[in-house]
């Protein structure tokens, strides 16, 4: 298990690495500015539509479902067509009608700004369907246990928009975020090429050209089983979409505010992403394929054993991190933007809304090991009705937060929502069966190290004071 895990965090610590890079840089050449604030918009909403339909709900879906059936190339083959022709369709439309759903995602724009961010929401929506296809081909990889493809190759994507800047330096910011959006879209197939070369290497390329070879003379036999896999996809699909949808909501209603809010909560939420995602995501996606094959084997024993190593491992990272994330909120922001266009005024901005996230960081990441279990136990209606609540009460929260509070309170009812999110999960896992992990010499162990870390975190805030 900590082979795969060690070897996700260290792709993904490529992968953020470059991404930080790339924000620096965009950043200095940016700022936190109308041109900014379109570029995120532009990139959010394919982003959006991936983390949805392409990435958590789909792999949490198809692995079990393909370790079940026993025509694996002709399913495969069925669901891949069928996917890749709604986003494809998806993504006509919105090039069809780019004003329209540049709209959709910011409603606080004006006329004039939503003509001029239109061409990049077009431009950055064709990252969907390559991605999807990256998506498809990682998730049958990691029925292989191959991780590492996946876990890289976002990097490509990182240096496609590091050379996309470099080559736009000293040009106009609209030209800018030109440069950045096709830069999204050659990220996308180089992320495609290196995906079907593992395929290839993994001998998946026969199994996926068989299922399409006979795909129209075999599709009845696998009826069933793709009847059972959209049964368990909508509510998969729902499930996963809460922090997604949260974040399209941030954007929506950030609109409203002062120029520069949208761009503030996307540098807090790349910065509140990276443990996210070294720890979490990193722990759920090495997971889930050996707590899916276990539960499918009636043997819950070891699937809880397994939980309950990985439990303790995210709770003192992440907590380490939520400690770190508080108290060194303004030095890591000032240290990675505030150069060139972005101001000491916009670091001061980004560290309150940085704040915010950090102190939903340890409910987050937990919640994304213990759905496992409900998505391995295809529970995913009940994942669909906690995923409801989350939502509910972020939209509230942050109604009733973006008066007084403004952009950071924004990122507070993230965090709200991701506590609701956390308790209603460890309910339907069980609480006894929750309470059996936690009741551990660990639960000392980690009290102490967290008092600890906070002081010296302290004494470094201090001497580093000096020099910021």
Not at 18 to 27: C, I, K, N, S
Not at 207 to 227: A, P
Not at 284 to 307: G, H, Q, S, T
Not at 322 to 350: K, M, P, V
Request: hydrophobic share 55%; proline share 2%.
């Amino acid at each position: 298990m900590f082979k795969a895990i060690f070897t996700n965090s260290f792709g993904i610590l490529v992968s953020r690495i470059l991404g930080f890079v790339r924000d620096l840089f965009t950043a200095s050449a940016l700022g936190a500015n109308i041109y900014s604030d379109i570029f995120f918009i532009a990139f959010k909403l394919p982003n959006l539509f991936r983390r949805i339909f392409a990435e958590g709900a789909f792999t949490q879906v198809f692995i079990p479902a393909f370790a079940k059936t026993k025509h694996k190339g002709v399913f495969s083959a069925n669901i891949f067509i069928v996917f890749l022709s709604i986003i494809f369709f998806i993504t006509l439309i919105v090039n069809l009608l780019p004003s329209l759903a540049t709209r959709a995602i910011a409603v606080g724009f004006d006329e004039k700004t939503i003509e001029i961010a239109s061409p990049f929401v077009a431009i950055n929506f064709w990252y969907l369907p390559l991605i999807f296809a990256v998506t498809f081909l990682s998730t049958m990889l990691q029925y292989k246990h191959h991780f590492a493809t996946s876990a890289f190759s976002t990097a490509l994507l990182n240096l496609s928009l590091i050379f996309a800047l470099y080559f736009s330096q000293d040009k106009e910011q609209v030209e800018i975020v030109y440069y950045l959006s096709w830069g999204v879209v050659i990220g996308g197939l180089l992320q495609l090429f290196v995906h079907l070369i593992a395929i290839y290497n993994y001998g998946l390329s026969k199994i996926l050209w068989g299922g399409f070879k006979h795909l129209r003379v075999k599709s009845k036999i696998i009826k069933k089983d793709t009847k059972e896999f959209r049964k368990q996809f909508f509510p998969a699909m729902w499930g996963n979409s809460t922090a997604q949808v949260s974040a399209f909501l941030d954007t929506l209603l950030a609109s409203f505010l002062v120029t520069g809010s949208i761009s503030y909560l996307y540098y807090a939420n790349r910065i509140f992403q990276l443990p996210l995602a070294l720890f979490a995501i990193a722990t759920a996606v090495a997971l889930f394929p050996r707590v899916a094959r276990y539960i499918k084997n009636k043997d819950e024993d070891k699937a809880k054993a397994f939980m309950s190593r990985a439990f303790w491992f995210l709770a003192f990272l992440l907590t380490l991190s939520t400690l770190g994330g508080i108290i060194l909120s303004r030095e890591i922001t000032w240290l990675l933007f505030e150069r060139g266009a972005f101001s000491a005024e916009d670091t001061a901005n980004t560290t309150m809304v940085l704040q915010m996230y950090m102190i939903g960081l340890l409910p987050f990441g937990l919640q994304k090991l213990f759905v496992l279990w409900l998505y391995a136990k295809q529970m995913q209606m009940q994942a669909a009705k906690i995923a409801t609540y989350s939502l509910a009460t972020y939209i509230v929260i942050a109604l009733s937060l973006i008066s007084p509070m403004g952009v950071s309170g924004l990122g507070l009812a993230s965090t709200v929502g991701g506590f609701v999110s956390f308790t209603l999960t460890i309910r339907a896992f069980g609480l006894e069966n929750f309470l059996s992990i936690v009741r551990s010499k660990n639960a000392i162990y980690l009290v102490v190290s967290a008092v600890l870390f906070t002081f010296l975190l302290l004494v470094f805030k201090g001497f580093v004071s000096f020099y910021i």
